[in-house]
């Protein structure tokens, strides 16, 4: 068995078909289709059923997959250590938030005496899963609208991931400083995220009654960029739809709290411990958002 078998095993997971496996790992289709033979017939199972939609892990694929992760992910430690490098990593992906970058320099400036080194990624929820699903991260912070809680967990289960709850928020409204008032929801003027299915701020989703008022509004600005919407809030008088607890301090206070709720969470993979930094840095965050936001503290 080689390491580059288990390699394309991995990659092969996280990909629909042979062929988008092979085109992340910058090599032919029937290469990986070859390894991965080897590899069935070396074990004496199979690990993906194969069909015209694609491919899928067998169940002693799943299994044969956890173990293939602890390996490659002990190789990755090892290849630390061959450098000489015995810093802790802070492995991070999250949905873009000023009020989180805002907590990481927070953590950083605390923290700035220990030999910690991170490595931060702003992105979209599914791509948060693929990222920690390939072990590319530890952890990601997301938000999850409550309606959705129970489908989300099934689509982490598919992927051997976990979600568990920080806070409960809700969807609100924010104004930017000088728009003069929410006097006619129907006719804001919108900056919002790029869509995302699960994306709290995918205002015409949501469930509040008051929501039907919202989805006339005009969408004129879509960014993946929350530095760029919090800009906005403050020199124009666009408005935002966004989850409470979760905008800097100094932006506009929310005025149309939605009944809607939204779950801010942490995703992990199933049956693994976080490494201890991750766990102190978790912590970090849970505590400012339940002690007031007494950051300094921390």
């Given amino acids: 068995m080689e390491l580059k078998q288990l390699e394309y095993f991995a990659a092969c997971v996280g990909a629909v078909s042979f062929n988008k496996a092979a085109e992340k790992l910058y090599t032919t289709q029937s290469s990986v289709s070859r390894a991965i033979k080897a590899l069935e017939d070396e074990l004496g199972i199979v690990l993906f059923d194969r ?6 892990l067998t169940r002693e694929g799943e299994k044969a997959y956890e173990y293939a992760s602890q390996v490659l992910d002990a190789v990755k430690r090892m290849q630390v250590l061959e450098r000489g490098s015995l810093h802790q990593l802070l492995r991070l992906s999250a949905n873009s938030s000023s009020w989180l970058a805002d907590r990481i320099v927070d953590y950083y400036q605390i923290h700035e005496d220990e030999d910690i080194h991170y490595q931060i990624t ?4 599914r791509e948060i899963v693929r990222r920690i699903q390939e072990r590319e991260d530890d952890m990601g912070l997301v938000s999850i609208r409550k309606n959705q809680l129970a ?10 991931l976990a979600f568990q709850e920080i806070v409960q928020t809700r969807v609100a409204v924010y104004l930017g400083k000088r728009n003069p008032g929410l006097t006619k929801p129907s006719s804001l003027r919108l900056v919002q995220r790029f869509s995302d299915e699960y994306d709290p701020g995918s205002f015409w989703n949501l469930e509040d009654a008051q929501a039907g008022l919202l989805q006339k509004a005009e969408t004129v600005m879509e960014t993946n960029s929350e530095e760029l919407i919090s800009r906005l809030l403050k020199k124009s008088s666009l408005a935002y739809i966004g989850p409470e607890e979760l905008m800097p301090e100094e932006e506009t206070k929310a005025v149309m709290p939605m009944k809607d709720e939204v779950i801010y969470g942490c995703i992990q993979r199933k049956g ?3 490494p201890e930094v991750s766990v102190r840095f978790l912590a970090f965050v849970r505590n400012c958002l339940n002690d007031g936001r007494n950051y300094s503290q921390q």
């Fill in 51 to 56: 069909d015209i939609k694609g491919i899928r």
């Fill in 122 to 125: 702003f992105t979209t929820t």
């Fill in 151 to 160: 489908s989300f967990h099934i689509f982490l289960a598919g992927h051997s």
């Fill in 272 to 274: 693994e411990e976080l």
